[in-house]
């Protein structure tokens, strides 16, 4: 099974790469309890490393693709490094998807990023959504912006979405809310279901052939109607 | 009937700013310089001219046929194309009247090449919906085809009004239709469409990385098998390229750097270094020019025309007729006979009127 994970944290080290990290832990360690598998983890340049089997764990640094994406934009094409990149994104089976929070909602390079997938790359997927900010004010741009982004690209999203103001890195649960730790079991849980138990079809393998319809179906699609 | 690998030029018709000298070419130099560009390559022995169409600022080749025209009286050899004629918003019955007159004219030295067109708002201003892009481009040529090939044509489809005992005049030249190159980026459904009617593809192989077009060719070579037109080494095949060459390659990179740096298509992004490893783009001396060029053919297979792209970005026309010269003096002569080695004999060169009607010669025997 593989796992991607996207994190568009911008310093280093980064509280989104941390909270991305601990979704993949929280996810992985279930679908390996669910499978008897274990779990291989996989390094940004994607020379990941078996461990006993199981989840493949890719993680994509969207910091250390920044000029990348935006030359994708300027010349219509990504290079070999983004291709690698969108190839992982594309063929997982799940992805967890990680920004800050910024004036309101994802980073632009975040955007940038899913702007440069194919429009069809994440349907069917199961995503999880998660974020990053300074204060917990800003945690409901994972409903009002990321839900919908993903929606549109036709992914399915868990209905947990993962917030960590950098308070939560501090406190645990509340009378009112359950704390970081919580939210992240609660989400990978989630996430791990659909992963283990989903229909087939959310991965999309990247062929080496086109496929194309033959052309005397497209003929007849056109013929008018008698 | 021998038929030859062709290697030619196709211009997009842009004027841009010299970025090293700021000045604009008028609408008017711009189009007098593609014709003396076309002329000169015949000069230098090149053997296509292929011009872009476009219907918006800053472009000039609205009119592709007026220009050929007009370079078909002044030349003897040249073969003249287009990079593409635009099948979804022409109507394809002015298309087919248009290069029929052409090919009277330049003695059967036309060919064409279809694209879809890359600027939305063509579409509109010429009528047509952006959103039926691939049916626009089925369906008119569908009735391209059949125009040239069938004296009194009955039709009926979705886009355009029905014809009921339409004759497009002239009549194609000693009856054989021009050949037909389609050229797409991405798109499948052309490479199938080509290999449908046993036409050619062509893979602009500019902005793209090659993975992409090995895809597409080695679907239409197969495709084009499986309709039944010969074997997949067979297909007719065209490339693009782009190139910028002096003798020696550091003045090669210094002197194209500032064009690269600002070019309208792929300007302020990548550096040339890196858009050279990722791309078909090769700037250096004639040499690395015939190396990079040599590895297409590995890469796509025995193919049959290969088009450079040299006059844009605002290069100056001095600098484009000095690559010229270089192009057809110290590259072409090395690839013809590099091309010519282990080529199987079974695989053809580019199509012409001459290997056209002999083939249909050789099919309908005169006088049979």
């Known amino acids: 099974m593989k796992l991607a994970v996207v994190t568009a944290g911008l310093t280093q080290p980064s509280s989104t790469r941390l909270l991305a990290d601990r979704l993949a832990e929280a996810v992985t360690h279930r679908t390996a309890t669910a499978t008897g598998t274990g779990t291989r983890t996989g390094t940004e340049n994607g020379t990941g490393t078996e461990t006993e089997s199981g989840t493949e764990v890719r993680v994509i640094e969207l910091r250390d693709l920044a000029v990348d994406i935006a030359n994708n934009f300027v010349t219509g094409f990504p290079n070999g490094r983004l291709r690698e990149a969108i190839a992982a994104v594309t063929e997982a089976d799940g992805l967890i998807a990680v920004t800050p929070i910024f004036s309101g909602s994802y980073s632009g390079l975040f955007k940038s990023f899913f702007d440069v997938l194919d429009n069809t790359a994440l349907t069917g997927k199961p995503v999880l959504i998660a974020a990053t900010g300074g204060t917990a004010r800003h945690s409901l741009a994972l409903e009002h912006a990321l839900r919908p982004l993903f929606a549109y690209l036709r992914a399915v999203v868990v209905p947990t979405a993962v917030y960590a103001a950098s308070e939560d890195w501090g406190c645990g649960q509340d009378a009112f809310t359950d704390g970081l730790g919580e939210r992240i079991g609660r989400a990978a849980d989630e996430l791990a279901g659909l992963l283990t138990h989903r229909a087939p079809g959310a991965r999309r393998d990247e062929g080496d052939e086109e496929q194309v319809v033959p052309f005397e179906q497209q003929l007849a699609a056109l013929r008018p109607v008698e | ?368």
Request: net charge negative; proline share 8%; hydrophobic share 40%.
């Open chain 2, 1 to 368: 009937m021998v038929t030859k690998v062709q290697f030619g030029i196709f211009s997009v018709g842009d004027v841009t700013t010299d970025p090293t000298t700021g000045r604009t070419p008028t609408e008017h130099e711009r189009i007098k310089a593609m014709v003396t560009i076309a002329l000169k390559a015949e000069e230098v022995g090149l053997d296509v001219f292929a011009t872009g169409e476009h219907h918006n600022p800053p472009f000039v080749p609205s009119s592709p046929t007026t220009m050929l025209g007009y370079i078909a009286a002044r030349t003897e050899r040249l073969q003249l194309s287009t990079a593409t004629t635009l099948i979804t918003t022409n109507d394809p019955v002015k298309i087919a009247e248009d290069f029929a007159m052409l090919q009277h004219l330049a003695d059967g030295r036309v060919d064409l090449m279809l694209g879809r067109g890359n600027t939305g708002p063509v579409y509109p201003w010429f009528g047509q919906d952006i959103r039926q892009g691939i049916p626009l481009a089925i369906e008119n040529y569908a009735l391209l085809h059949r125009l040239w090939r069938e004296d009194v044509v009955d039709w009926e489809g979705r886009f355009r009004t029905p014809l009921q005992g339409f004759t497009s005049t002239p009549r194609p030249l000693d009856g054989v239709a021009p050949f037909v190159w389609h050229g797409s980026i991405r798109s499948p459904e052309i490479a199938e469409q080509a290999a449908y009617y046993g036409d050619g593809f062509f893979a602009n192989n500019i902005f793209w990385p090659k993975e992409h077009f090995i895809r597409l060719i080695s679907l239409y070579r197969q495709r084009y098998a499986h309709y039944g037109h010969g074997t997949p080494e067979q297909a007719v095949v065209g490339l693009g390229g782009q190139v910028f060459i002096r003798k020696n390659s550091q003045d090669a990179i210094r002197e194209f750097r500032p064009y690269f740096d600002v070019a309208p298509v792929y300007g302020h992004g990548p550096s040339l270094e890196e858009f050279m490893a990722e791309t078909p783009l090769t700037v250096g001396s004639p040499q690395q020019v015939i190396d990079r060029t040599l590895e297409f053919r590995e890469y796509f297979g025995d193919y049959q025309r290969q088009l450079f792209l040299m006059d844009h970005a605002g290069l100056p026309l001095k600098t484009v007729l000095e690559q010229l010269d270089l192009l057809g003096e110290e590259v072409v002569p090395v690839l013809r006979a590099e091309f010519a080695k282990n080529r199987p004999a079974e695989v053809p060169g580019a199509p012409t009127h001459a290997s056209l009607l002999a083939a249909k010669n050789e099919a309908e025997p005169v006088g049979a």
